[in-house]
């Protein structure tokens, strides 16, 4: 079976760092995926992990530890337009494409 | 651009009638596509896989009666939400992973379905 867990609300400061966390249990597992989504609208891809360590890109950085079952995002530089929630998601092994997701962090960025 | 598109983007209807959302592959054949559904507030779970040419496959408790899912061609899949009842208004949205080995998947708009 599959078990993703990540925080339900978070806030931060605008201009602040903010650690979105995720752990995952999952049966079969092929990369770690991390979306941003706007209320009513499509979630919008930000990362992609499948070995461990740290991605950067830009403002966003995503890291994974395979063996813990854990990755983070981390914004950096926030902005009042970073709020959002985000969506964390694996992979299933074998069925390309496929996500299951875990039920998403709502961030709220105050001046 | 888009490269997954999903049509109608909202839509309105009265409970017992029928809604068909279409989800397109834009440039690319997707043999495989996966329709997802999203309570207010919630994530998104995974209703159904869509598979060109055969039955779809059902998550565990998805009603394939209720939501019947038609897999027709390589860019179109489309979910028939049947005799709909307000309990079924939510946000329904499609991907679609661009080639067989792709680990990415593309998102639709998202339907907004609203049930009276």
């Known amino acids: 079976g599959q078990n993703i867990d990540q925080p339900t609300e978070m806030t931060a400061t605008e201009g602040a760092i903010v650690q979105i966390n995720c752990t995952y249990q999952t049966s079969g597992f092929n990369g770690l995926f991390w979306y941003q989504q706007h209320a009513g609208e499509a979630p919008t891809f930000l990362s992609y992990n499948v070995l461990d360590g740290l991605e950067e890109k830009g403002r966003f950085s995503s890291f994974l530890s395979r063996s813990k079952g854990y990755s983070y995002l981390l914004l950096k530089e926030l902005q009042m337009k970073d709020s959002a929630s985000y969506l964390c998601a694996v992979g299933v092994y074998n069925q390309g494409g496929k996500l299951i997701f875990g039920q998403g962090t709502e961030l709220s960025v105050k001046p | 651009g888009a490269v997954v598109s999903q049509h109608p983007s909202r839509v309105i209807c009265k409970s017992g009638t029928s809604v068909k959302i279409e989800c397109r592959s834009l440039?690319?054949?997707?043999?495989?596509m996966f329709w997802y559904r999203q309570f207010p507030k919630k994530s998104l779970m995974l209703m159904a896989t869509s598979n060109e040419g055969s039955k779809a496959t059902y998550e565990q408790g998805v009603e394939k009666d209720k939501f019947l899912i038609n897999h027709a061609s390589l860019t179109l899949s489309t979910l028939t939400v049947t005799s709909a009842h307000p309990e079924d208004s939510s946000f329904y949205i499609c991907?679609?992973?661009?080639?067989?080995?792709?680990?990415?998947?593309?998102f639709g708009q998202g339907t907004r379905l609203t049930v009276v």
């Open positions: 991907s679609a992973p661009r080639g067989q080995m792709s680990t990415e998947a593309f």
């Open positions: 440039d690319f054949q997707a043999t495989t």
